[in-house]
């Protein structure tokens, strides 16, 4: 039972290529199976979410932080009546388009893509699903909805207009731009709540891990943590009930109780909105011009104190920065090599190197190469074509 303003699958926008419909799933779950049956899916496995994928076997990689944003998404999802198959799609499809080494190779593909329009993780992430995979005998991409693309391209909220992020002023990332082009997005409106429920559990997912892997690489210590609020207070609820606990159980009761209280705080508030707001139908959630799903004032003040200790202590590391530079010196390395050298990507990528009709096109096809390589692949490819 769907509530009137989550996305009802029977009333989809349905796909840009048509295809007959499912006799057992709907359109939605149709777009997550293929989301993870896809090879940039798979690619995750082996990239950064904060530690290079070599540093451990135990630290979250892109892989396993989509799983966890896509298990918070179904929760709230469950909760609030919305589709929770869109909500999961969504999430899991949200670091597709990710660099390997995570955000620092973000940072260095953006630094190389300026002269050809930029990169931008989220749009690279569209291009994937509407071009790259290439897998199906009547189209390019995963033909998702236009529901599913819309949240991938949105749940961040609006890309253009009024409500739009600062960080967007300036022209579309080109990968965005020639997806909207094709099928327009309402780039100006706010995207589904479902999509808005995958962007809040991916703050959820990655506030919550980023302590686990900080604590478990020695970065910082439970006696820190229990100086900063939210995570203070959970351990010593913790030590209240649980004198004594052995080191790694009082890590995690205290952390499960974080993300507890992250799960419930964006829940109350939800339904309060919601209630407040009364939609009839998803195309008012769109037009509300403000998101429906949030934290509240409280606790937002809070995460972003703990933020800031990570950002400082973790992200900023100095063993976290010395990494950052020696793979920030691969990106730099291979990039050019593959520009001025394309007869050295796969032989799979030379047909559409030779419609290339300018260095452009042809840095883009290079930044669609290098954005897709695991972190493992990159090195070994540093290792052997740079020394």
Partial sequence: MLAPFACQPDQSRGRLHPEQMS??????????????????????????????????????????????????????????????????????????????????????????????????????????????????????????????????????????????????????????????????????????????????????????????????????????????????????????LHPGLEKMRRRHEALRRVFGRMVEDVIAVAQNRLSAAQPKSVEEIRAMGTTVIRFSKPLYQELKAIRAFLFHRMYRAPSVMAERARVTEVLDGLFPLFLARPELLPAEWQADIARAKSETDLARMTADYVSGMTDRFALQEGQRLLG
């Fill in 23 to 240: 006799s057992f799933r709907s359109p939605f779950q149709r777009d997550r199976d293929r989301i993870i049956h896809s090879s940039a899916f798979r690619r995750l496995k082996h990239k950064t979410q904060v530690f290079v994928e070599h540093e451990g076997d135990y630290y979250r990689t892109r892989l396993t932080h989509s799983i966890e944003v896509a298990q918070v998404a179904r929760t709230i999802s469950g909760v609030l009546g919305l589709n929770t198959d869109l909500a999961e799609c969504i999430a899991l499809a949200h670091d597709l388009g990710h660099t390997p080494f995570g955000h620092t190779g973000e940072d260095a593909l953006e630094r190389l893509m300026a002269p050809y329009g930029g990169f931008d993780h989220n749009a690279q992430a569209l291009r994937i699903v509407t071009r790259l995979e290439r897998h199906y005998a009547d189209f390019d991409g995963l033909n998702l909805t236009w529901e599913s693309l819309e949240g991938i391209a949105k749940h961040n909220g609006p890309v253009i207009g009024p409500n739009a992020d600062r960080k967007h002023d300036g022209p579309l990332p080109y990968a965005l731009a020639e997806v909207n082009a094709e099928w327009d997005l309402e780039l100006d409106t706010h995207a589904s709540a479902e999509a808005q429920v995958a962007a809040i559990a991916d703050d959820v997912a990655y506030s919550h891990h980023d302590l686990h892997d900080g604590l478990r690489s020695g970065l910082f210590s439970e006696a820190d943590l229990m100086e900063l609020p939210v995570t203070g207070p959970a351990f010593e609820e913790v030590d209240r």
